[in-house]
């Protein structure tokens, strides 16, 4: 499979902001649902935003009023844009595929986001 390249994690202090792209160099991604994950140690990987292929997104409770999912299908890239970061944002980000509503094994590398003071 191609891999996913993310990119765009690192440390801020609480209240800073992220934005985390995730690309394919594949021909066809239009057509995919792309979600973006996180996960803390210890703990499973929860569903943080989704941006799915009839261009509906979902984003997480927790999330919401801080967090913009959005895609470019030119660009074959899904960005996660985080602002007002808190240090329980803490984590692994990965990014996901998925078709038709349901998600696919197929996972990008991970990018580490740090919020501490």
């Known amino acids: 499979q191609v891999p996913l390249a993310e990119s765009g994690g690192g440390s801020v202090q609480p209240g800073g902001s992220l934005r985390l792209s995730c690309v394919l160099d594949?021909?066809?991604?239009?057509?995919?649902?792309w979600g973006w994950y996180r996960q803390t140690p210890g703990k499973q990987r929860d569903l943080v935003a989704a941006?799915?292929?009839?261009?509906?997104?979902f984003v997480a409770d927790f999330a919401k009023g801080r967090f913009t999912i959005s895609r470019d299908n030119r660009k074959n890239t899904v960005v996660l844009q985080m602002n007002g970061l808190r240090p329980e944002d803490t984590g692994m980000y990965y990014c996901?595929?998925?078709?038709?509503?349901?998600?696919?094994?197929?996972w990008g590398q991970g990018t580490q986001v740090t919020v501490s003071s």
């Open positions: 996901r595929r998925g078709r038709d509503f349901r998600w696919d094994d197929y």
């Open positions: 594949a021909a066809i991604f239009s057509i995919y649902d």
């Open positions: 941006t799915f292929h009839d261009d509906t997104t």
